[in-house]
């Protein structure tokens, strides 16, 4: 095969692969989901205790990304001073374990598929506290978007057949707190620089969850454990969940790194129809024609909103690119004029 072969082998050889990635991260990401509502929910196993499961999930986070970090050296730990941790990361950690501790409480009253379609809420949370914050600028367009994935939101909440309230408010704290956490990421750690990915940030960040997750624990899970007979350690049941879990962050290393954030996104579209589909196939958790209309509304309001991020970037990598070949440019001319007064100069001074 000639040249034109061997590129052509290349290309699908790199496509293979990251469909490979994309493929890996749905199964990890739809396994966690659920394998957590299976242990948490009442109806399977039976283990109601949210802010347990993720403290065991970040103890064996934490303590794999620091066996990766200080004895494989896989991936090398941030420069970070103590104040710029405790100003940057700890914020950052706390509103992590809000969120987990919040969505993971959500699996024992809502249905995976539900909870699926008020995710679909994360980039109005997101586009909404980053205004907030003034890191995003307030666009008519984009807030009009943002209304109609809400609205999509609505009709799907109205067509749920097992509506519960509490549920419901702990799925949009924890939607609320996720964003926030994504926002702040932006402002306290990427305009400074500092880029961890899900390896490092394990490593930064789980330990401080543990920490903030440990008060709420004592006092709303912990006297219970005590008096139940529940509290029964299950290292297969819980040690393959924890694997599942880190897993899933390698994945996404994975995923980013090799292909894009947009190619996460798409996929992430795909894994919450997947889970959409198994939930009510598997578990038979009812989804009801108002539910799939209103997810299509807001899916589509999602979708769209994606599609615009992505042309901005493109327009902004298109500037960028216009920029450098206007300096190169200048550059040249400035140096063929310092070339030309040389020459000059020399003529002179024969």
């Known amino acids: ?6 590129l052509s082998d290349g290309v699908i050889k790199k496509i293979l692969l990251s469909y490979t990635y994309v493929a890996i991260w749905i199964f990890l990401s739809f396994t966690v989901i659920v394998y957590n509502k299976y242990i948490l929910d009442k109806k399977m196993y039976n283990w109601p205790f949210p802010i347990t499961l993720t403290m065991i999930h970040m103890a064996f986070c934490s303590s794999l990304a620091v066996i990766l970090i200080k004895v494989f050296k896989i991936v090398e730990p941030v420069s970070m001073s103590r104040e710029t941790y405790i100003r940057s990361v700890v914020p950052i950690g706390a509103l992590y374990s809000l969120s987990l501790w919040l969505s993971n409480s959500a699996y024992i009253y809502l249905s995976v598929s539900f909870i699926q379609m ?11 506290i980053g205004v907030l914050l003034k890191k995003e600028s307030f666009k008519s367009e984009t807030m009009t978007n943002m209304l109609s994935i809400s609205f999509g939101v609505a009709i799907a909440a109205y067509g749920e057949a097992k509506f519960d309230t509490w549920g419901v408010m702990l799925q949009l704290g924890a939607v609320a707190f996720e964003a926030t956490r994504l926002v702040l990421i932006q402002i306290l750690l990427t305009s400074k620089g500092i880029n961890l990915n899900p390896i490092t940030s394990l490593y930064y960040v789980a ?3 543990l920490v903030f997750l440990f008060f709420p624990w004592i006092f709303v899970e912990l006297p219970i454990l005590k008096e139940s007979s529940s509290f029964h350690f299950d290292f297969v049941i819980f040690g393959t969940n924890s694997v599942c879990a880190f897993a899933l962050n390698l994945a996404v290393f994975l995923l980013v790194g090799k292909t894009s954030a947009l190619t996460m996104n798409v996929a ?9 589909a198994f939930s009510w196939s598997v578990i038979k958790d009812t989804v009801t024609p108002l539910n799939l209309f209103g997810y299509g509304l807001a899916f589509l309001g999602v979708a769209y909103y994606n599609h615009c991020k992505l042309q901005a970037l493109k327009a902004k990598d298109a500037q960028k690119k216009v920029q450098q070949s206007d300096e190169e440019a200048a550059g040249k001319l400035l140096e063929e004029r310092d070339s030309e007064a040389a020459a000059k100069r020399d003529e002179t001074e024969d």
């Open 1 to 6: 095969m000639g040249k034109g072969g061997a």
């Open 268 to 276: 992430g579209v795909v894994k919450d129809w997947l889970l959409i």
């Open 207 to 209: 330990p401080c969850c």
């Open 118 to 128: 008020l995710k679909a809420l994360m980039p109005v949370a997101v586009y909404s």
